[in-house]
Every structure is written in structure tokens, then in C-alpha cells.
């Protein structure tokens, strides 16, 4: 059965700093991989999505996923941060057969600090 | 353009109440789920849909029921509503490939008093 692990709740850094969201996924084919992002009262938006193709995958508002097999991972970055970036990350895996079924993580919310 | 439309975006039930989220899409998705967000919990699967007339289980499908008569609606129903199904559900499709992901509704915001 696949699964998402999301480390870290909660991560805050600094306007202008590294983030690092971290995402680890379990499944016994390979998976496409997804990043949402959701703002307060809203509905997810998807940010990018590997499914195949490059294993660095370039989303929208300047972040970026890379996608390592040998680690089962697809972390979140962004070189630097924004006010604006402040939101809960979601990490999501799906089957790429039978349903697409996808299963997300439990969220990690960024806070940017001024 | 109106993408995956839910409705209502708010509701008290008491418990023991049924009642029917709706959700409608009009980009000709063939898949469409429902999603069910509690704090710290993350977003669960309740039911998917890869087709008119096929549906199944997700993480958590226990007192709620769906069908898909058309490929537009997926109607998510709560046969009797119990406080353990306060949540904010949301309800979400995607083509048949699967790989540009999921389009969300703004959600439903439920409370069983």
C-alpha cells in the first residue's frame, strides 16, 4: 500500500531563506508524485508534479521538487523565501494504474518570518 | 470556467441527521474524489470514482455513501451523522491519466452538533 510521510509539522523560516519541505513516499511501483499547497479557507492548488520525466521538477511560484528513487523522496524546495509563501504543503502519491487513487500526507505548514 | 463546484459551503447537522455534499465538475474529468481534512491529520480519502457507474473505497469510507450516475456529479452522502464526521471535506477530479493531478473545490465546512 503506498503512503506519504511529511517530516515536520510545522517549519518557519526566515523571509529571504532556504525552504526545505521534506517528503518521503512509500509504494511498490513507482508513483507519480505531487505538491499542493493550500491558503487558509481555500482548496488545494497543485504546485507541481513528477511523473516521469525530469527527475527535478519545476512548479509554480519559484519552487522546486527533485524526485530520488533510491531515497523515496520528492522534497519541496524554494531558494527564497516569501511572505506570500506562508501556507500548508501538502506531498501526494498515486498509483499510475487501477484508479489513481491518491493518498496525501499530513501537511506541513511554513511560516515566514519578516 | 467554473472547474469542480461544491455546495453547501457551510452546515450544522445534529446528530443522527442525513444530508447529501454535493459536487459537480464540468472539465470532463473522468476521476473525481472525496476528501474528508481534520487537524494534523492531513487530507484522507473517503470514496473515488474512476467512471460513471464505478466507485470505490478509500482510507476512511464508514458512514458515508457515493454514486456516479454521470460523469459531472459526485454526490457524497452521510447516512447518519455522527460528531466524528466533523471535518472540512473536499471534493476533487482529475483526467483519466492521472497525471496532472487533482482540481479541488473550495470545500464544505461540516458540523454534527
Known amino acids: 500500500a503506498q503512503s506519504v510521510t511529511q517530516l515536520g509539522s510545522h517549519v518557519s523560516v526566515s523571509e529571504g531563506a532556504l525552504v526545505l519541505l521534506r517528503c518521503n513516499y512509500s509504494s511498490s511501483v513507482p508513483p507519480y508524485l505531487f505538491w499542493y499547497v493550500q491558503y487558509p479557507n481555500q482548496g488545494l492548488q497543485l504546485l507541481l508534479k513528477?511523473?516521469?520525466?525530469?527527475?527535478l521538477v519545476k512548479g509554480i511560484n519559484g519552487f522546486e521538487a527533485e524526485f530520488k528513487k533510491s531515497e523515496t523522496s520528492f522534497h519541496l524546495t524554494k531558494p527564497s523565501a516569501h511572505m506570500s509563501d506562508a501556507a500548508e504543503y501538502f506531498c501526494a502519491v498515486s498509483e499510475r494504474t487501477g484508479g489513481f487513487k491518491t493518498i496525501f500526507g499530513a501537511g506541513t505548514r511554513l511560516f515566514v518570518k519578516a | 470556467n467554473a472547474g469542480v463546484t461544491q455546495t453547501p459551503k457551510f452546515q450544522v447537522l445534529k446528530t443522527g441527521q442525513s444530508m447529501t455534499l454535493q459536487c459537480a465538475q464540468d472539465?470532463?474529468?473522468?476521476?473525481m474524489s472525496w476528501y474528508r481534512q481534520d487537524p494534523g491529520m492531513g487530507l484522507r480519502l473517503i470514496h473515488y470514482s474512476v467512471g460513471a457507474g464505478i466507485t470505490d473505497q478509500g482510507e476512511v469510507p464508514n458512514g458515508y455513501n457515493v454514486s456516479r450516475s454521470t460523469t459531472e456529479d459526485f454526490p457524497l452522502r452521510l447516512l447518519s451523522a455522527a460528531p466524528s464526521q466533523t471535518s472540512v471535506y473536499f471534493c476533487?477530479?482529475?483526467?483519466?491519466?492521472?497525471?496532472?493531478?487533482?482540481?479541488f473545490g473550495s470545500g464544505t465546512r461540516l458540523t454534527v452538533v
Open positions: 472539465m470532463n474529468h473522468e476521476y
Open positions: 476533487a477530479s482529475s483526467e483519466s491519466t492521472g497525471s496532472y493531478g487533482y482540481t
Open positions: 513528477y511523473t516521469s520525466a525530469a527527475t
